[in-house]
């Protein structure tokens, strides 16, 4: 197969779990490589995701490495054979990578869960709240660069807003629906886009009031996105050098773990929505 100049983060996670597989079964790369009829190099480049795997080789590989769980090797296989386009591609070359990646991770998701605590999660962000983010983080983005940002941003919407839309919860920090990232009419309207969302049945939403005992969650910001299977699950995270996806057992197992007892800091759904129509009244 071709190789892959810049997998995707899909692609690397799929060439991370065969790696898994082989390692849980002790088996050693050059073993496997013989097994599928290639060289220690070319297993290299699958397992670092910059090369293709094909179905029959695949099921293979499991099949040597005695990996009965059938709903992994399926979801595996789909990851490998697939060939999805999405509307996320149209900006490879215009965005970074890591854009592009969060898209797909969402289209592809069984569910996302959300923590935000400083702004307003971007699944919600009217173009004017998330111009004015951009705005603040990147001021030496001219117009060109700043616009599609923008745009991008507006048509990860779909994921909640479609007619098969992914089951999104999402906790939302009281300090982030106060912040005015531009002025009191787009703090507004925000808030009113996040309730709009709410009424249509696209969100579940949680609030923390900033005057809650016992939060100290401050560092909690991320998504989970949920896989075909527990096992292909992966957190996003936000970090100083960008967007990292989290997909190690105990990593992820930590973060799951996080998200509950966030979750028991908040407010219900019917106290969270009457708490941002007050809010809202107030601004």
């Not at 070319?42 to 695949?58: F, T, V």
């Not at 307003?120 to 603040?136: E, K, M, S």
């Not at 616009?147 to 909640?160: L, S």
């Not at 999402?170 to 703090?187: C, G, N, P, W, Y």
Request: net charge neutral; with cysteine; charged share 25%.
């Amino acid at each position: 197969m071709t190789m892959r100049n810049q997998p995707t983060a899909r692609q690397i996670r799929l060439g991370a779990e065969l790696r898994r597989l082989r390692e849980a079964a002790g088996k050693p790369a050059k073993e496997v490589a013989a097994l599928l009829g290639s060289s220690s190099a070319h297993m290299s480049q699958i397992e670092a995701g910059s090369s293709g795997i094909s179905e029959e080789r695949l099921r293979r590989l499991a099949a040597h490495c005695a990996c009965s769980d059938e709903e992994l090797i399926d979801a595996l296989v789909a990851m490998a054979t697939d060939r999805t386009r999405g509307w996320w591609d149209e900006y490879r070359g215009v965005l970074p990578q890591v854009n592009l990646d969060v898209a797909e991770a969402e289209h592809h998701a069984t569910f996302l869960r959300e923590v935000v605590i400083t702004h307003v999660p971007g699944l919600f962000q009217t173009p004017d709240y998330a111009r004015a983010v951009f705005r603040y983080m990147r001021p030496e983005l001219p117009e060109s660069e700043l616009a599609p940002r923008v745009e991008h941003r507006m048509r990860r919407h779909v994921v909640i807003e479609n007619g098969t839309s992914t089951p999104y919860e999402t906790i939302v920090h009281e300090f982030a629906l106060r912040m005015r990232v531009a002025d009191r009419q787009t703090s507004v309207v925000q808030l009113q886009r996040i309730l709009d969302r709410i009424e249509q049945g696209h969100a579940i939403v949680r609030v923390i009031p900033v005057d809650q005992d016992g939060f100290a969650g401050a560092g909690a910001s991320m998504m989970h996105v949920g896989g075909p299977v527990p096992r292909l699950d992966t957190c996003l995270r936000d970090t100083p050098t960008g967007t990292a996806f989290i997909d190690a057992e105990l990593q992820l197992a930590h973060l799951r773990t996080l998200f509950r007892k966030v979750k028991q800091s908040s407010l219900d759904p019917v106290r969270s929505r009457d708490f941002i129509h007050r809010l809202a009244k107030e601004l």
